[in-house]
């Protein structure tokens, strides 16, 4: 077998036979790997076991590897050695966290289409042609369906999740749609790919979530496919068990962030998966903290000790009532 083999800037990157056969793909499956030596040949054999009859052009696979420790670049080279899966491997010499591995995959994808996969997760033979269907005469951004949550141990459906419609105020409200997705490259780097604040500053397992927002904000829509397309392994190292710790904090940060949609939909009872109260809290103010004054004596009051005054009394209140309500 024919290897290419080509130093990136800090990435090595080698392909197969397969990859250089599909020269014009129609969608790209980016696979991020990090440490899942167990659960990658089972992620790339779904990937595999993908129906392409219907998808002109096929489809490739990306596997960028964020400087593994464990034995999992080994596993996808056997693989890529031994499989007519048309794949490129990229292996980063350092790592640098999820988001910045999904937009080296952006990058490294050929198609103008492309579809996010984690390494521990799977997806159905019918995934990538629903995803395409979806996409290719649309204006949509991204694409996404059902998917099904299972138990590792057992492979026991534990739950459906991502099956909202695509709502911006349910979106503001609360994440709802996983990163299991069909994405259209060109606006997703329009909008500067995924942000690689997590992970680093902030926690990782938001990036799907924050690029969701970035889309909405920039006025780009997405597409529930109205079935079960996907499969995510529930395990002790998986995202979900994680991503709930800081929720708070990072509402707040939500908040600043995307200050433009929070005003267009200022109604909400919860914003980011958090109650207003909590939010004013986390952010160090509370709603009263820009009202106006209605009555004469409240304005006479606010001009007395004026804006900034009153602005820093009401956080420090509102830092002390943090304190003794974690």
């Known amino acids: 077998m024919n290897r290419q083999t080509s130093i990136i800037q800090s990435r090595e990157v080698v392909t197969n036979d397969a990859i250089r056969s599909c020269a014009r793909p129609a969608v790209s499956v980016v696979i991020t790997l990090f440490n899942y030596s167990a659960f990658i040949t089972g992620c790339l054999d779904s990937v595999r076991a993908t129906n392409a009859a219907d998808l002109?052009?096929?489809f490739e696979v990306v596997v960028v590897d964020d400087s593994s420790t464990d034995a999992s670049v080994k596993v996808v080279e056997e693989y890529l050695a031994t499989n007519a899966l048309p794949i490129c491997l990229v292996k980063k010499k350092s790592n640098t966290g999820l988001a910045d591995a999904r937009n080296v995959g952006l990058l490294m994808a050929r198609a103008p289409l492309v579809f996010i996969l984690d390494a521990d997760n799977e997806i159905r033979p019918d995934c990538l042609l629903a995803h395409h269907r979806a996409l290719v005469?649309?204006?949509y951004a991204m694409a996404y369906g059902a998917i099904n949550q299972f138990d590792h141990v057992t492979r026991k459906s534990l739950a459906t999740m991502s099956h909202h419609e695509w709502n911006v105020r349910e979106?503001?409200?609360r994440p709802c749609i996983d990163a299991m997705a069909m994405i259209r490259k060109e606006p997703v780097l329009a909008v500067?790919?995924?942000s690689t604040e997590y992970g680093t500053i902030l926690p990782q397992g938001w990036e799907d979530y924050d690029l969701w927002l970035k889309l909405a904000q920039a006025g780009y829509a997405g597409k529930l496919i109205p079935q079960v397309l996907s499969d995510y392994r529930v395990h002790s190292e998986s995202m979900l068990q994680s991503t709930w710790l800081r929720q708070r904090e990072l509402a707040a940060y939500f908040?600043?962030?995307f200050h433009t949609l929070v005003a267009l939909h200022d109604d909400?009872?919860?914003w980011f998966g958090v109650s207003r109260r909590e939010l004013a809290v986390a952010g160090g103010q509370s709603d009263w903290l820009h009202a106006k004054p209605k009555s004469?004596?409240?304005?006479?009051i606010h001009r007395l000790i004026g804006k900034k005054l009153c602005r820093s009394l009401?956080?420090?209140?509102a830092s002390v009532y943090a304190w003794l309500h974690p």
């Open 171 to 173: 979106l503001l409200s």
């Open 314 to 317: 009401c956080k420090r209140l």
């Open 255 to 257: 908040a600043r962030k």
């Open 137 to 139: 005469d649309s204006t």
């Open 296 to 300: 004469k004596p409240a304005k006479f």
């Open 268 to 270: 909400l009872p919860t």
């Open 56 to 58: 002109p052009g096929g």
């Open 192 to 194: 500067g790919g995924y």
